[in-house]
């Protein structure tokens, strides 16, 4: 058995984000395999928090459907990695 974890990542978009334009690319993360939540704070439509499965899905990817957006993505930082549990 090994320890199962989830992380909270950071992401900014360049652009300035409507909220239309953010509920679209909140969706298109949830959509990704390994991604739990998606989350902003409303006034800051350019910082999104994703909280996804490391084992399922790498960091680098989480930009992918943000990029098929046409948007400029960066990853700014870890914010929580924490063990949730235990995998065979």
């Known amino acids: 058995m090994s320890?199962?974890?989830l992380t909270e990542m950071v992401i900014h978009v360049t652009e300035t984000l409507g909220d239309p334009d953010v509920s679209a690319a909140e969706c298109d993360l949830c959509g990704l395999d390994g991604v739990f939540a998606v989350k902003h704070h409303p006034g800051r439509n350019h910082i999104l928090m994703v909280t996804y499965d490391t084992d399922e899905i790498a960091m680098v990817n989480l930009l992918a459907p943000l990029?098929?957006?046409?948007?400029?993505a960066q990853l700014i930082?870890?914010?929580?990695?924490?063990a949730v549990g235990y995998r065979k």
Request: proline share 0%; charged share 35%; aromatic share 6%.
């Open 3 to 5: 320890r199962h974890y």
């Open 67 to 72: 990029k098929a957006r046409g948007l400029h």
């Open 77 to 82: 930082g870890i914010m929580e990695t924490r």
